[in-house]
């Protein structure tokens, strides 16, 4: 079965670029999907097929895909994007994956 | 817009069924891919089955194989979750999701408020 890797935790300095990576076997091939989650609140989309934004969805937030790691940026990290975040891909054999997620905190 | 509504919290026996259901707005079921996905108090979000468009069926987590049914009443554009056979680490929060397309692949853009299903004896 298809797996994705996150680190449980990242921390960055207000104001500064947080990244957060997800790693999965030749990941590059695939698309992946960003969501933020905030305490007692459903999901929310914040980076689509590996780099596009949904509309309402801050520049400060980007994304890249290459061979085994996807990786989700913050920049100018503010007070409002603590939250968990998590990768997802639609793998062939496994189907809807998700990574296990990454709390981020904004020191 | 797509909107989702879930049904309200449910309290259950080990061993029982529940039944979540998550009523479409916006948009009709029929032009919607539904999936499923929970989050267990504390854990991450876990992906358990939905509608593949491509091959035109409904397909499930391994995980969940044999415990989970989805089905669709499109006469009134509401999807249904049950799992039977619960027990306590069932415990969890449970989310309808959907891309607003029937594209394989598609990101998840819209949500249920989330319905949770606690498994207690």
């Known amino acids: 079965s298809y797996e994705l890797t996150q680190p449980l935790s990242v921390s960055v300095a207000l104001g500064q670029t947080a990244r957060i990576t997800c790693g999965g076997n030749n990941i590059g091939s695939k698309n992946v999907h960003w969501y933020q989650q905030k305490p007692g609140q459903a999901p929310v989309l914040v980076i689509y097929?590996?780099?596009n934004r949904p509309s309402g969805i801050p520049e400060r937030f980007s994304g890249s895909n290459s061979g085994n790691t996807a990786t989700l940026t913050i920049s100018r990290a503010q007070a409002g994007d603590e939250a968990d975040y998590y990768c997802q891909v639609w793998d062939s054999s496994t189907a809807g994956v998700f990574g296990g997620g990454t709390k981020l905190t904004v020191l | 817009q797509v909107q989702l509504v879930q049904s309200g919290a449910e309290v259950k026996k080990p061993g029982a069924s529940v039944k979540v259901s998550c009523k479409v707005s916006g948009y009709t079921l029929t032009e919607l891919s539904m999936h499923w996905v929970r989050q267990a108090p504390g854990k991450g979000l876990e992906w358990m089955g939905g509608?593949?468009?491509?091959?035109?069926?409904?397909i499930y987590a391994q995980k969940f194989q044999g415990r989970v049914t989805m089905t669709e009443d499109t006469s009134t554009d509401t999807a249904y979750m049950e799992l039977s056979s619960l027990r306590s680490e069932d415990t969890a929060v449970y989310y309808c999701a959907t891309a607003g397309s029937m594209v394989r692949g598609d990101p998840f853009d819209y949500w249920g408020q989330g319905t949770l299903v606690t498994v207690s004896s």
């Open positions: 097929r590996d780099s």
């Open positions: 509608f593949d468009p491509e091959d035109g069926e409904t």
